[in-house]
């Protein structure tokens, strides 16, 4: 069974840092494109990283620059890193991989505005 759980949430505070972790199980993990989703209450989720089986990322225009996801295939982890942070970076954020065409989701960790 494939599972995803995330960590490192916390408190935003204007222009601090915050590096989320997602740990993986049950699959190949180094074969695996994995992305970070956020979502606020009422709106839909929203992608804000992915990143290749071969290292590669993207990023929206909303956190290009500021957010850095990276991987490290000998631990399963998947890492998310948030600079410059601002309160509408405040949001559930959430891990992601596909298994067979479907979504596989982590728990979530809750980034919080501090003010």
């Known amino acids: 069974q494939v599972q995803l759980v995330e960590s490192g949430g916390g408190l935003v505070q204007a222009g601090g840092s915050l590096r989320l972790s997602c740990a993986a199980s049950?699959?190949?993990?180094?074969?695996?494109?994995m992305n970070w989703y956020r979502q606020t209450p009422g709106k839909q989720r929203e992608l804000v990283a992915t990143?290749?089986?071969?290292?590669?990322?993207n990023y929206p225009d909303s956190v290009k620059g500021r957010f850095t996801i990276s991987r490290d295939n000998a631990k399963n982890t998947v890492y998310l890193q948030m600079n410059s942070l601002n309160t509408e970076d405040a949001a559930v954020y959430y891990c992601?991989?596909?298994?067979?065409?479907?979504?596989?989701w982590g728990q979530g960790t809750q980034v919080a505005d501090s003010s």
């Open positions: 992601n991989t596909q298994w067979y065409r479907s979504d596989v």
């Open positions: 049950g699959m190949i993990f180094s074969t695996h494109i």
């Open positions: 990143i290749t089986n071969y290292g590669s990322a």
